[in-house]
């Protein structure tokens, strides 16, 4: 087994983790109606989470081409799922009971769900250059502008509660993952 496969395992054990708490979340919202009540809003970062986590092993999977594995590159993958496991965990937490269902909770961690996706995102530019020079510029410079616009917008998120704000940002982000995997991940390589 390469390094490569060695990282992928522990990663993916790590991403699987993020996904199995989205899933649990979801069940729990349909086995359980007492559980709290639901929140569109909420759901959709909730999908958006989920489309980023299974997409993940889809970009990473470029990390195989790296020749020369370092801790320090170690450690940064690892870096990043650990990121991505907590955005992932943050949107359903253990009990609601002081929140008054997930609209209130997810207004109350919104601070800290975007602060930790300002980080996930400047991790993904540490991670796409970490794929090398030659793959970060054929992204083009809407993989730059995207990454500016949504780190502003997770600033302006973490400070406001304004309802149509948030579901605009959450739309978007679902749609625009949807067509950036569509448009430039069709094929590996």
């Not at 970062?45 to 092993?57: D, E, I, K, Q």
């Not at 020079?133 to 730059?144: I, K, M, Q, R, T």
Request: with cysteine; proline share 3%.
């Amino acid at each position: 087994m390469g390094m490569f496969e060695y990282v992928a395992v522990l990663t993916s054990i790590i991403v699987g983790l993020g996904i199995t708490h989205l899933l649990q979340g979801t069940a729990r919202l349909i086995q359980d109606p007492e559980a709290g009540r639901p929140y569109w809003v909420h759901l959709t970062w909730a999908f958006y989470m989920f489309l980023t986590a299974v997409f993940w092993w889809w970009w990473e999977f470029r990390l195989e081409l790296l020749e020369v594995w370092t801790f320090q590159v170690y450690a940064f993958v690892i870096l990043f799922a650990v990121a991505l496991y907590l955005l992932c965990a943050m949107l359903f937490p253990p009990g609601l009971d002081r929140y008054g269902g997930f609209k209130g909770y997810f207004y109350s961690r919104r601070a800290w769900f975007f602060g930790l996706f300002i980080i996930f995102q400047l991790i993904d530019v540490g991670d796409t250059l970490l794929k090398g020079g030659e793959y970060f510029a054929s992204l083009g410079p809407e993989y730059v502008i995207v990454r500016a616009v949504k780190i502003s917008l997770c600033g302006v998120a973490m400070r406001t509660k304004n309802e149509p704000f948030h579901a605009a940002f959450g739309v978007a982000n679902v749609l625009y993952q949807v067509s950036w995997a569509l448009r430039l991940y069709r094929t590996m390589g």
